[in-house]
């Protein structure tokens, strides 16, 4: 089973990254740090979507039998840069594909309107969003460490264990990728 991750936060040694890493590492899935990419402002010209970070993209995402779409709230929102990156995404990567959301926050009960803007927007491309959510305040990281602190560590294990339940679902069913 393929769980990709995509880090949807910008700045390097931020939260969203620590979270990432930590994930990655934990469950042994593999990720993409979309300030790695660096995909370019989609123009909507030919050409871009020949470009070498565009097609693995769309490929990995493509290849994933499951994603893990992981945003800081940015005003009430997902990272901008994020949009972006997944605006060179369609249906075809996508489609019935089992997603589970997490968003960093800023603390003061910050982060439902990032997991609600993903939520929306992974709606539009028709991919099957579980139930499972999780917003990590500043709070919630073991700094030190690397890791999250022990509350944390159980909703995210109990999200990832919904996760694979729905992609072996989809498996199962030989759910229709379009
Ligand atoms: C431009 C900007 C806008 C932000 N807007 C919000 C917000 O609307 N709600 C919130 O809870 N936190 C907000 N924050 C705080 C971040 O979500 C929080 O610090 C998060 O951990 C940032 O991710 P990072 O640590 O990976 O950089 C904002 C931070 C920045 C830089």
Redesign the pocket.
């Known amino acids: 089973m393929e769980i990709l991750i995509i880090n949807g936060?910008?700045?390097k040694g931020?939260?969203?990254?620590l979270l990432t890493r930590f994930i990655a590492k934990e469950y042994q899935f593999s990720y993409i740090d979309i300030s790695e990419i660096q995909l370019p402002l989609l123009t909507g010209e030919q050409e871009q979507w020949q470009l070498p970070n565009v097609v693995f993209f769309k490929e990995k995402v493509k290849e994933a039998d499951g994603i893990i779409l992981i945003s800081?709230?940015?005003?009430?929102g997902m990272s901008g840069a994020l949009k972006n990156t997944l605006d060179y995404l369609t249906r075809e990567e996508l489609a019935h594909k089992p997603v589970a959301l997490l968003a960093?926050?800023?603390?003061?009960k910050?982060?439902i309107?990032?997991l609600n803007n993903m939520r929306t927007v992974m709606r539009g491309f028709y991919a099957n969003v579980i139930p499972k959510q999780i917003i990590l305040d500043?709070d919630c990281f073991d700094y030190e460490d690397g890791t999250l602190l022990e509350e944390s560590r159980h909703l995210l294990a109990k999200m990832v264990e919904e996760l694979k339940m729905y992609v072996k679902m989809s498996h199962t069913f030989i759910v229709p990728r379009e």
Do not use: D, V
């Not at 931020?14 to 990254?17: A, K, N, S, V």
């Not at 800081?72 to 009430?76: I, S």
């Not at 960093?104 to 003061?108: E, H, M, P, S």
């Open positions: 936060g910008m700045p931020g939260r969203t990254e800081p709230e940015y005003h009430g960093t926050a800023g603390g003061g910050g982060g309107n990032c500043p």
